[in-house]
């Protein structure tokens, strides 16, 4: 096993994989592009895992879901950034998007109370109702059923990057 290297805040350094970049008004423009975006990028990274076909399933269904989260933006100017790197067992994406301060707000709070204690109980309990999914459900279904970290940062201009890891190699579904 290789050393392992480390950002300046300690965490360990993940290398990139792929980028994609297109205009936020294309990708709005068909929900489709949701399931082809992530079908793509989920073949392209799992070609070197163990279970490829596996770890590209488990991928493009996390992948899917968070794509779907920034497709429902009511920002239509802008770009979608999606970089996947990897460290180990564990798969980052990072997706930056165009959204409204209200948006942002939303994020925020939806992913500090993803990492909550309450978390799975309210996965389980939202999931169980007659509720159509929320962008908060989605959040809590990727902390909670791929066990997924996930922080918000800031982007450039009316953007924001929600940061998920997935430690996906070896995950037991």
Not at 1 to 12: N, Q, S, W
Not at 23 to 32: D, G, L
Not at 52 to 68: M, Q, T
Request: aromatic content about 8%.
């Amino acid at each position: 096993m290789g050393a392992v290297h480390h950002g300046l805040a300690g965490e360990p350094t993940f290398e990139p994989m792929i980028q994609i970049d297109m205009e936020i008004r294309s990708f709005v423009s068909a929900w489709r592009h949701c399931d082809y975006v992530s079908t793509y990028v989920a073949r392209m990274i799992s070609q070197t895992r163990s279970d490829s076909v596996r770890h590209s399933n488990l991928f493009s269904s996390a992948f899917n879901e968070l794509l779907e989260v920034a497709f429902r933006t009511r920002h239509g100017d802008g770009e979608l950034a999606c970089r996947v790197s990897r460290h180990g067992a564990t798969d980052r994406i990072e997706l930056t998007f165009p959204c409204v301060a209200e948006e942002r707000q939303f994020y925020k709070e939806a992913v500090s109370q993803v990492a909550g204690l309450e978390a799975r109980e309210r996965y389980v309990s939202s999931v169980s109702g007659d509720i159509a999914p929320s962008r908060e459900i989605v959040l809590l279904e990727l902390a909670v059923d791929y066990n997924a970290t996930l922080r918000v940062e800031e982007a450039d201009g009316d953007a924001i990057k929600l940061v998920v890891d997935l430690p996906l190699e070896g995950f037991e579904h």
